[in-house]
């Protein structure tokens, strides 16, 4: 089955068309989603790459209130909630809650400003989230982003979002790698090399954490581990000096290395 999103398209139509034969699965106690695989192939139009991507999830979240409305200079209006992405130009993906007046934004194949921010106060619906595989999409005409991080994946069990989580960090310095390949005379493929250098250095040094993380013992950590803070944490199968490794493999961080190795 092959299907498109056309901009004029309605998530809520998108929504019901897709659950009368997919099952929404929870993603949390006040959200579902569906899954598109790529023999659903599920379509999108991406804005700034103008081509049509696949769409991984839509997601479907319960009695929202943070609404707001944003007019442009061509007149149109877009009523998204304040933690929506825009791709503005020259701010890049850019949460709604920080737009300001003047900002700027492809509308199709235009640059249109921000004119005006107004908070919806009393709005209380559901909204919609998308993810693409280039994490942006056309929003009724406007360049935006996914509307969520894919962090929800889970190769070690259950796609939820509760109790899970970040775990450690390394942070990468992109404009010192930047100004060093800018010396070189080729800049651009001497950044990629470096970046690609640096995120495998990253990666071994959280895999190298996180084996020091996961010997710790459940008693450790009474508060984290008793309270049910961290996803499975509070089954009843773990004892004091279990160590925390089944518990911990949950978290968002040691998913994303898996996928990234």
């Known amino acids: 089955m092959k299907i498109k999103i056309q901009i004029e398209d309605t998530f809520e139509n998108i929504w019901s068309f897709f659950e009368k034969n997919t099952k929404a699965k929870d993603y949390s106690k006040n959200s579902k989603y569906l ?20 769409c991984k999830k839509i997601i479907k979240n319960y009695e929202v209130s943070n609404w707001v409305k944003l007019k442009f200079s061509n007149n149109k209006e877009l009523v998204v909630t304040d933690d929506h ?35 919806i106060n009393n709005k209380v619906c559901n909204s919609y989230d998308v993810e693409t595989e280039t994490d942006k999409f056309c929003l009724s005409g406007f360049n935006s982003g996914n509307c969520r991080t894919r962090v929800m994946g889970n190769v070690n069990g259950e796609e939820i979002s509760d109790g899970r989580g970040n775990l450690s960090f ?54 984290l581990m008793q309270q049910g803070l961290y996803y499975t944490s509070n089954d009843k199968k773990h004892s004091q000096d279990d160590e925390i490794r089944d518990i911990i493999k949950q978290r968002y961080f040691i998913n994303r290395l898996y996928r990234y190795l």
């Open 35 to 54: 899954d598109f695989d790529d023999n659903t192939n599920v379509k999108v139009y991406d804005l700034s790459n103008n081509k049509m991507v696949h």
């Open 85 to 119: 992405p825009l791709y503005l130009e020259n701010k890049g993906r850019t949460f709604v809650k920080n737009i300001t007046i003047n900002d700027e934004i492809y509308y199709k194949t235009d640059i249109v400003k921000v004119i005006s921010i107004e908070p």
């Open 170 to 223: 390394v942070t990468i310095n992109l404009p010192a790698i930047a100004i060093r390949s800018s010396k070189k005379s080729n800049s651009i493929e001497e950044f990629w090399k470096e970046l690609e250098e640096k995120l495998i250095m990253c990666a071994g040094i959280e895999l190298d954490r996180f084996e020091i993380q996961a010997k710790k013992k459940f008693r450790s950590f009474p508060f």
